[in-house]
T-cell receptor, first 113, second 114 residues
Framework: DAGVTQSPTHLIKTRGQQVTLRCSPK?????VSWYQQALGQGPQFIFQ???????QRGNFPDRFSGHQFPNYSSELNVNALLLGDSALYLC????????????FGPGTRLTVT | QQQVKQSPQSLIVQKGGISIINCAYE??????FPWYQQFPGKGPALLIA?????SEKKEGRFTISFNKSAKQFSLHIMDSQPGDSATYFC?????????????FGKGTKLSVKP
């Protein structure tokens, strides 16, 4: 049973650029949540997708956007990158109805220079 | 209040000892309290979780104790092993309108000395 997968593993971008991160949920899961984890901090909720719609959003600017596909996989897009966007981006999947029981992927380490 | 406060920030325990990590919350709407274990360079792994209808839950060497009136919960790791050395995060969420929005503590870095 495949767990949550994310790609790429690492990414280096320049300020002002745009980035797209990808996530495939655990088998049987239909809900995807994205989190940002700064070094030495706990993960912070960005948004959650279910049925291809954004259902909840944390305190992140509109530069952060996402998408969910019919196969439940998801993308996180960040525009106009800032140095402060450097972090580990985590995807978590769950089943709607018990969507707070979340399983995390390995993350994508984004470095903005 | 959305914060979850976690302590201590770091913890050193001898092999075979008991590791105890504490968390406190303010939002009475929270009704799901998981603990995650994270190794360097990896994503958080769900370790154990509790809901407020029970005061304790045990899985192997890991136990969550929950005090609803005090709005506190804690993780106990019995017979701590060097392989338990990791960062532990408590979290909380509600099953209501913000279902799925996990609020995390800042983490506790546990080192188990052989």
């Amino acid at each position: 049973d495949a767990g949550v997968t994310q790609s790429p593993t690492h990414l280096i971008k320049t300020r002002g650029q745009q980035v797209t991160l990808r996530c495939s949920p655990k088998s049987g899961h239909d809900t995807v949540s994205w989190y940002q984890q700064a070094l030495g901090q706990g993960p912070q909720f960005i948004f959650q997708y279910y049925e291809e719609e954004e259902r909840q959003r944390g305190n992140f600017p509109d530069r952060f956007s996402g998408h969910q596909f019919p196969n439940y996989s998801s993308e996180l897009n960040v525009n106009a990158l800032l140095l402060g966007d450097s972090a580990l981006y985590l995807c978590a999947s769950s089943r709607q109805g018990i969507s707070n029981e979340q399983y995390f992927g390995p993350g994508t380490r984004l470095t903005v220079t | 209040q959305q914060q979850v406060k976690q302590s201590p920030q770091s913890l050193i325990v001898q092999k075979g000892g008991i590791s105890i990590i504490n968390c406190a919350y303010e939002n009475t709407a929270f009704d799901y309290f998981p603990w995650y274990q994270q190794f360097p360079g990896k994503g958080p792994a769900l370790l154990i979780a509790i809901r407020p209808d029970v005061s304790e839950k045990k899985e192997g060497r890991f136990t969550i104790s929950f005090n609803k009136s005090a709005k506190q919960f804690s993780l106990h790791i019995m017979d701590s092993q060097p392989g338990d050395s990791a960062t532990y995060f408590c979290a909380a969420s509600s099953s209501g309108g913000s279902q799925g929005n996990l609020i995390f503590g800042k983490g506790t870095k546990l080192s188990v000395k052989p």
